[in-house]
């Protein structure tokens, strides 16, 4: 393994029941997957979540954990079930079942990146995935576990926070005529990943910053939001998706002018969202 699974940002004191986790903003692509690709180092990089850990990076100065995924999306995805395997990518697997994820392409080792381009010349060995299933995200997933358990323990709730940036054009076929487009979609799969005060506040956090949200449409919350969000239980999922032409030259991948403006703005959210999730700690004690 070239690089290491994750990156965790500790705050010096845990204040808040609220975690943040960046699963697709990694940019350490292996040599060898570089070499094993047809796409060229800047066309690979067009489904990585560009600089979102850069936009969070003061998470930890709010009392909260941040953790990254130390392996690009497009090597290893992070937000799928690790049986979300492509038999028209792995040499040798049969289709059991159809899921519409795997079949354009984007299971847990992903075939093509956006526009669905396709990474790879052939096929890759089951060998080859297990390896980076077990060299990533396993070790991802299990840190987030503890995360999510600590977060329990210490506050008895817990609230993560799974930040993700969407292209521009993402929304065209939604955005209809005279109305403003979204600039922020926030995921709970329809309420069964978090509780609706939880939503409301993220949400309000957002907006009071001057950002248009919409709820779960397009983007409602994949296996992140699935597996881990448990409302009964008091752990809570949202996914946040930030339009990336709000901080980012997405043709060049690079920030662009308002990428400290905006910087500053998730700051404030963060703020926010992390202030919520300490004062349920305090209305539980009392």
Known sequence: MSQPAYRLMMPKTRTTSVIFASPHSSRAYPARFLR?????????RSSEDAFVDQLFQAVPDHGAPFLEAGAPRAYIDMNRSPDELDP?????????????????????????????????????DMSEVRARLDGYWYPYHACLQSLLSESHDQFDEAILVDCHSMPHEA????????????????????????????????????????????????????YTAQHYGRPSRRQ???????????????????????????QELITRVVAKITDFGASQRKLAAE
């Open 36 to 44: 094993q690709s047809v796409l060229d180092e800047h066309m690979i």
């Open 236 to 262: 809570h999922v949202i996914q946040v998706e930030i339009d990336r032409s709000l901080y980012m030259n997405e043709a060049l991948i690079r920030p662009n002018n308002n990428f400290q403006k905006m």
């Open 88 to 124: 028209a990518l792995i040499r040798g697997l049969k289709t059991t079942t159809y899921n519409p994820r795997i079949v354009s392409g984007l299971g847990v080792v992903p075939r093509v990146v956006a526009n669905s381009r396709c990474i790879y010349r052939g096929k890759l």
């Open 171 to 222: 929304l065209d076929g939604l955005v209809r005529t005279g109305t403003r487009r979204p600039e922020v979609v926030l995921g709970d799969r329809f309420g069964a990943a978090s509780a609706s005060l939880v939503m409301d506040v993220i949400e309000q956090a957002f907006v009071d910053e001057g950002l248009n949200v919409s709820r779960n449409v397009p983007f409602a919350g994949a």
